[in-house]
């Protein structure tokens, strides 16, 4: 095997022991091992990435010395090169825009737990993509549960602790019947490994036996991971958790955490149960309804706040409803949809968050749109940030968001006649919502203060932050540029992921 | 007041799930209208004569609404609970009976675990080989869940040790009375610890170190050494532990295992997959040593579950190790 | 009529699992509904140990050994699945780790608002500026 081969497993490892050292040393110290620990698995997913589209096709990765039903395994292939590198990549930027918050809401000898944290985060989203055994990924997910839970909480206030809180008790849901239904797989198949597990399901489906059993599995599956990931009626813990959060942990959570529990169920249905059964059980076409329901309804709830973060936040609701509707066509294109979704508003949520916590330092660190009014021309990269995120959810071309528009119209066009009007429609709707609440947002941040308030503030811009707005001004443009490229990658990435 | 607390609970049951505050406006209701005074008078004939559907409405809220409402969340709730049994009942009666020797989980996957025990890992407990070697790589990521835990117990309720005089509440008022009546120096668990603590540490490292060749392991024995830890210091105060065990040796001791866990995990992952032979003396089957990687994985396993064990008993009752 | 039978019988037959869904039902419902955040955490572990019934008894075969090899008989119709005993393992260490968290959550709740009904801390937090 070649030692790129190998970047996988050392990134899920060592990011664990990263987290450990952060643990032990003071906030600099944490600080600076955590950064440049993410700066190297970001390179090491990048070369993993170019590896695998050199040699154009996945490559399984034995976890120790007995093949895959004994043993675990993780299966590397391009689209989960792909997630990893942008996941990385978004990772470290976050972090690094978000610094000086990370410094100012956390308590000084606490700081260090915030970068512990970050890099198991890190650890189990890397473990979450590439992990091909179904009692990994629960392990995995209760890390990144909590872990993110802990991310809410380090900024200590009431508002924070309650909302972490309701996070908790709904990832536990979540995770009690995501376990419930490994658990049940597991009696009527015997297997945990998601190849195994997929061999043993057809010949279930093709026996008709265990037909109560298998859709009630689905169901517990797609719920529990539905709940974790904000899926629309389930979204309620979301604004509170991502509207109170540092603007680092914000960014976190609303760009990567929802998207790991995203490509876990996608792989159940992709390599467990294939796209047939899913079918054929209609589970999909509820998926669709939810997603489009979120579409709709996410965008409703945030032109209705008038404070900037969790505007953002319901905003999130409403493009995780893209990601459902994506899955819900029951179509490659569809998929292809979705995958591409994630990876756009991974590099777009992250920096809408990051520019807010730069407007919220030249504003007194209110995050209320009155108080923000003119905070784009008191910190212009913040406000050039903001801009290019606000058009880039709103589906402009040239920027990440608009090629998600595209393959889903694509992948809507290509569905049956009522599925493909809703999609549509959800479609014309969404994108009309989201202009309704970006532009003005991004008007009143450059408009001209009448008070006088927050006169002579200007942003004082630390290199951490300057170069991580950049970055993701330059990541999200480049997104666009390219997204052909990006959307064959995924393609091709999707059709050597299944089994 | 009745009044008043009905308006907060109805407040916070409409304004649940909007962030907005706004003022309900009630129509205010007979009861809090000083009627003897003689400028009132007038309203309450008004009420009385020209709204009695209103005010009865609005006092009919006052007394039964919230009631309702909590009833009706009970029902709702045992609703949702029999629904959810029944159907995880159904589900139930068409899975592989108990017990069976045909169920689809006896297959060739459990036959390997136990038949291939001794030769491939050198365990004569197979649970202990498949944790920690065929299946080595959860385990890393279960030792790594307790560590992400006992980080986040700490960033909750650590106390600086300056304003640590009362425990982990700083404010003294805060205080509840279950303190004093702690037993201090109480001469029977005093007597009884001494000769139970030195007891579950050695029976603790027994479990760890026959984790390869009987029921036990890193897990199990580390919680045992964690409860010695915390009858010691439950018996003779923390000062008698922190002698031997304080913030230092907590994070020396729990970094090195959880570091010295993963370089061995990683040194096996490493070259199993490479198919490399990793040099692992295997040991003798049903002895101590034996097992080859995983008796020091259960050590390390060990001494980091109990460290996190008392970590946890320590943060709630003072805030800090 | 037949088919309640089956039903029934099928039912009495997995009686372990039977009652490990019914505890998950009161679990879930607690965690879910319950104001109290100490009884929302008790459901949460109901819903765990539940679940872990649940796979001990799928582990379970009529008249075998537990899994530890005696006399160097390794002929795997003796024993036990050692699959889900391991599972549980890590179920348990997983449970332990996120009640100590929820507590520790609540114990600072309680700290600050003086009440364990999450209702009642959600609109006294609302009322503060943070």
Redesign the interface.
Known sequence: MELVQSFPFITIVFSLTCGVFCAVLRGNRARTLCLSWLTVTFLMSLSVLLYTLKSDGYYIYRMGKWNAPWGNEIRVGVLEALMATAFSGVMLLSVLGGLNHIFEDCEAEKTNLYFTMISLLMSSLFALIYTNDLFTAYVFVEINTIASCALVMLKSSGKTLVATTRYLIMSLLGSGLFLLGIVMLYGITGELLMESIAEKVREIFASGEYSLPLTVIIGLFSVGLAVKSALFPFHSWLPDAHGSATAASSAVLSGLVLKGYIIVLIKIFYRIFGLSVIVSERVSNFLFLFGFLAMILGSVGALRERDLKRMLAYSSVAQVGYIYAGLGMHSQAGMVAACVQILAHAVTKPMLFIAAGGFMDVSGGNKDMASLTGAGRRDPLGGAAFTVGAMSMIGIPSFAGFMTKFTLTQGALQAHTPLMIMALAAIAVSTLLNALYYIPAVFTLFSRRDDGKYAGVRARYTPSYAGATVAFILLNLGFGVFSQAIVDAVSRGLAMFGA | MKNNSFR?KL??FV???S?R?EELKLPRSPETLDTDNPENRWLTTVQNSEKPVRARLAKWFTHRGVQVFDNL?RV???F???T??S???????????????D????????????????E?TGT????AG??S??????????????????????????V?PSERKHG??VDPE?LGEDMDYEPNSDLILRKAAKLLVPLAFIFGLYVILNGT???GGG?SGGALIGAGLILNSVAFGFQRTERFFGDEMY?LV??AC??VY??L??Y????????FD?HVWLGV?GNIISGGLILPINVAVGFEVACTMYC?YA??RKGGL | MVQLREFLTNLFANYYEAAAMILFGIGFTSLLMHRNLVKKIIGFNFMDSAIYLFLAAKGYITGRLAPIITDGNTDPRLYVNPIPTGLVLTGIVVSVSVTAFSLALTCRLYDKYHTLDIDEITYLARKERD
């Open positions: 907060e407040r916070r304004d649940y799930g962030f505050e969340y709702a709730a045992v949702i609970c029999l959810l049994i159907l995880l009942l159904s589900v139930v009666s068409f899975l592989p009976r108990f017990g069976g020797a169920n689809p989980a006896v297959n060739e996957v459990e036959e390997r675990y136990v038949s291939k025990a001794i491939e004569t407990n197979a649970v498949m944790i070697a065929y299946r080595g790589f959860d385990t890393l990521g279960e030792a790594h869940v307790l560590f992400v835990a006992a980080c986040s117990v700490i960033a909750l309720l650590r600086d982990r509440l805060l060749s009987s029921p897990f994070h729990k970094t959880l570091t993963a370089l995990m990683a096996f992952i490493y070259m199993g997959a490479n198919g990793d089957p946890f943060l709630f």
